[in-house]
Structure formats: structure tokens, C-alpha cells
């Protein structure tokens, strides 16, 4: 297989006819990990790049002494011209090259620069302090400009990097700044999973507040701009975003998200018939509650009621025969406040 991709791709000339598909995947096939490429722009029109292994957690008394090296495709683009749709390597680093120089990019400091475009590369990509900041400047001035793919890249490689140590959460937060103005899943998302990280490490910690604020603060937009009612005719990326913004709205006690839900959630028990008709594994377009915003309201309307609630939910679980809705309803019990009811529902839930 591997000589037939490498024919085409000499033909093609995407290949320099001195490598082969082989060469590059035997680097990738043969040996743990990935890389991590480091970017040094130099303000000269150049830049040093340099790779190693990215490892999150380094074992300083491994006995490993493999010299992990890869072919890697090298795209780029700078703010001087900016094309994000040529995804083709410019050059490759080779795998005996721990450093190489690309050049072509602008001359003044300035200016930023982006590797691996469209993300289509499977390595990460860490810069020097100052082309971290023109980044930064461009996605508050107008995030637009850089390809949707690459916002997702650049937020996803700034907290993972930060998340091992690699680089400041100061830097990683302030990329995150921008995300007031997003609207689009697939950044959104990709920071979201990352987020949630963080969330957990401060949940138990005098910065959660803080934390909490700020999270608000950047989803807020969105959450005005998609609504809380549910659409199932929308396009299918607005349905997730949707479901982003309510859920962490509602898990950050977002006065209007939580009122909704509870909302919702009443009016379900005042007509607990109508609901989602799983019948042939069609869902009833006119369900009370979503099926796209069911986990979110559930948890929500049983953390801020009571007994009445907690019961109305435990009656719909016993009388579902749909696993993926069962696991849905005792996800949401969990959410309530009352210590009695948690242990109840722990140890004796057949008793309520």
C-alpha cells in the first residue's frame, strides 16, 4: 500500500521524489507518541522550528533512551499572507532533524505566524511568548481571520500546553479572552473539554468564584445568542452549541438557564405523559423537555427542588425501558442537594 500512495504522491507532486510514504509512516507506526513543535519567530522573516515528544507527565528515572523523532508536515501561514486553505506542507522536518529554519514569513515582530493549518497535522504546536501575543491580538481584533479549524487548534494546544506546564495559564486564559465573540461548535467545544479541567482542579478552591465569573462572563453572549428553547429543525451544529452553552449555564447556577429548566421541569409533571415517543426510534418532535437538553434540565430542576421532584424523576426511571434514558434519570437524581435524599437514593432507593 505504501508504494502505491508513494507513486501517487510523486506524480502528484506532493512528495519529494527522494521519500517515500513508508520513510514517514514508520516514524509515526514504529514508535510511541507524537511531537510537539516549538516555534521561535525570529522577526526576521525566519523561524526556528525545533520537535520532541510531547509528554504531559515526564518520568525523570525512565531508562528510555530512544530518540524520538518524526517526519513532520510543516504548513503555515502568517498575518503578512494569510491563506488557509493551502493545507500542503511547506517543508517537512525530517526525522534526524531536531531543528529546522522556515522562511518566508514576515519581518516585523508584529506580525504573527501559524503552523499546521486547518489542524491537519497530528502534532501540537507551541510558540514563543510574542507570536503567542500577536495571536492573541488577532483573535480579539477579529477571530474571523483565522480559519475556524486553527482557533479550535490554537485554544486546544494553549491549555493542554498550559495544563502540562509547557506554557503560563496566563497566556492560555488570555487566548481564551476572545471567546465572547465565537459562535462557532467546533472552538467552542474543543475549549469546553478543556475548561473542564481547570473546573475541576479550582471547583474545591477560594478561585472557583472567580473562575465561575469569568466562565460566565464568556459564554453569556452565546447563551443570549442561541437561546434556552430547543429547536430540533435547526441546523444540526446549532443544536450542539445550544447544548454547550445551557448545560454550563445551567451547572453555573445561571439565574435564567436554571429558571427555564426548572420551568420545563414542572411542566412535565403537570403533563408527565407528554414526553419523547421512542416508538420505532422515532423521537416526538413535541416532547415537553428536549432530547437535546434532557440531562441538563433533569439535573437542574432536581438540584434546586426538593422531595417532589426527586420522587416525580425516580417514578419515570422505574417505568422506562429505554436504557439510554434510564442512565439519563440516574444521572440526574445525583444532582439534588439533600444529604438525606443522596442517601437514600444510595442505599434504599426501592423505599421512596
Known amino acids: 500500500m505504501w508504494r502505491f500512495l508513494t507513486e501517487q504522491a510523486h506524480q502528484d507532486k506532493n512528495l519529494p521524489q527522494d521519500l517515500t510514504v513508508k520513510d514517514i509512516m ?11 513543535i516549538t516555534v521561535t519567530v525570529k522577526g526576521d522573516g525566519s523561524a526556528m522550528l525545533s520537535q520532541e515528544r510531547f509528554l504531559c507527565v515526564k518520568n525523570e528515572n525512565s531508562t528510555d533512551t530512544h530518540d524520538y523523532k518524526w517526519w513532520v508536515p510543516i504548513s ?23 531543528t529546522k529554519t522556515i522562511s518566508s514569513l514576515p519581518t516585523s515582530p508584529d506580525k504573527w505566524v501559524i503552523v499546521n493549518l486547518q489542524q491537519t497535522g497530528y502534532y501540537k504546536v507551541n510558540y514563543d511568548i510574542n507570536n503567542w501575543q500577536q495571536i492573541i491580538r488577532q483573535l480579539k481584533a477579529d477571530h474571523t481571520k483565522i480559519d475556524v479549524s486553527n482557533r479550535a487548534q490554537i485554544l486546544d494546544d494553549a491549555l493542554d500546553l498550559a495544563r502540562c506546564g509547557v506554557l503560563s495559564y496566563d497566556v492560555a486564559m488570555d487566548v481564551l479572552s476572545y471567546l465572547d465573540k465565537e459562535t462557532e461548535y467546533v472552538p467552542w467545544k474543543t475549549a469546553l473539554n478543556n475548561l473542564g479541567y481547570v473546573k475541576n482542579m479550582l471547583s474545591r478552591t477560594a478561585a472557583y468564584g472567580a473562575f465561575k465569573r469569568y466562565l460566565i462572563s464568556l459564554l453569556e453572549p452565546l447563551y443570549k445568542k442561541v437561546g434556552f428553547a430547543d429547536n430540533l429543525n435547526d441546523p444540526h451544529l446549532d443544536q450542539l452549541i445550544r447544548v454547550q452553552a445551557v448545560s454550563w449555564m445551567c451547572s453555573r447556577k445561571y439565574k435564567d438557564c436554571v429558571s427555564q429548566a426548572v420551568s420545563l421541569f414542572k411542566r412535565w409533571m403537570e403533563q408527565p405523559d ?9 423521537i416526538s418532535y413535541f416532547s415537553i423537555v428536549s432530547p437535546n437538553l434532557k440531562s441538563t434540565v433533569y439535573c437542574a430542576a432536581i438540584a434546586e427542588g426538593g422531595e417532589a421532584e426527586w420522587r416525580f424523576l425516580w417514578s419515570q426511571y422505574l417505568v422506562s425501558n429505554v436504557a439510554s434514558e434510564k442512565a439519563t434519570f440516574m444521572y440526574a437524581l445525583g444532582c439534588s ?7 437514600k437514593y444510595v442505599f434504599d432507593a426501592d423505599t421512596f
Do not use: C, H
Open 26 to 36: 514508520d516514524t509515526w507506526t514504529l514508535q510511541m507518541g507524537y511531537p510537539l
Open 274 to 282: 407528554n414526553k419523547s415517543d421512542f416508538a420505532n426510534g422515532i
Open 76 to 98: 503555515f501561514t502568517s498575518e503578512d499572507a494569510m491563506n488557509f486553505n493551502d493545507t500542503r506542507p511547506s517543508v517537512w522536518m525530517n526525522k534526524t532533524e531536531a
Open 337 to 343: 442537594k439533600e444529604v438525606w435524599i443522596l442517601s
